[in-house]
């Protein structure tokens, strides 16, 4: 999986107010609670055509974002601090995260995260791994899953897939899931002969004793 960009980093990890201290415009103290805020653009005295007599520069804290309506520009930190330091935006990426301090990951602590980590196991495929070792387990799989015991005892196993996170548990809960289902599985089951052989004994008795 790639990862990210210096200035997606430096997007991420620099507040657009911090950059705007950097270049020495005036904010008010509650430009941190989230609120959009017009202030005056750092780049009024050179490309304004009233010389910043009005602000025109909308901050949003909630994004870290800005928009000048006279420059019709949308900044992000990084893209506002390539613009004041006349540089591109991967120096103005490096320039900010070394600002405040960030120390994006070395190659080799990149690799190290890379190695450990662990994608959550598939749980649609656990359940038709165990629903398949059902079919194999039982010779009439197609009408005994349907059983009230069989039935409740697999929708116990399904529910605790939210629990499944590693490879350790995807043994964990494969292992009791099979003897669970193992165990309900060779439990005397009728079939549907019987069952059908049954329902009719039970309505001739009903019959003889209504004569």
């Not at 911090?18 to 805020?37: F, H, K, N, Y």
């Not at 653009?41 to 901050?59: I, K, M, N, T, W």
């Not at 656990?126 to 409740?152: H, M, N, V, Y």
């Amino acid at each position: 999986m790639p990862g990210k960009s210096l200035v997606a980093v430096a997007n991420e990890n620099v507040s657009i107010v911090t950059v705007l201290q950097m270049l020495a415009v005036e904010l008010p103290d509650d430009i941190g609670t989230g609120r959009s805020r017009k202030l005056h653009c750092p780049f009024e005295q050179l490309y304004h055509s009233d010389h910043g007599a009005s602000p025109a520069l909308r901050v949003y804290p909630d994004t870290n974002s800005a928009y000048c309506f006279s420059c019709a520009a949308y900044f992000s930190p990084v893209s506002l601090a390539a613009k004041a330091m006349d540089c591109d935006r991967q120096t103005a990426a490096a320039r900010l995260l070394d600002r405040v301090g960030h120390r994006p990951l070395d190659l080799a602590a990149a690799f190290q995260d890379a190695a450990e980590y662990e994608p959550e196991p598939d749980k649609a495929l656990l359940a038709d791994a165990l629903k398949t070792f059902c079919r194999r387990t039982a010779e009439r799989w197609g009408e005994s899953q349907f059983e009230p015991k069989i039935a409740a005892t697999l929708t116990r196993c399904l529910s605790l897939l939210d629990l499944v996170r590693s490879e350790d548990d995807v043994r964990a809960w494969l292992g009791t899931c099979k003897t669970a289902m193992t165990r309900v599985l060779q439990e005397e089951q009728p079939s549907l002969s019987q069952k059908v052989a049954l329902l009719w004994e039970d309505q001739g008795h009903r019959g003889g004793r209504r004569t």
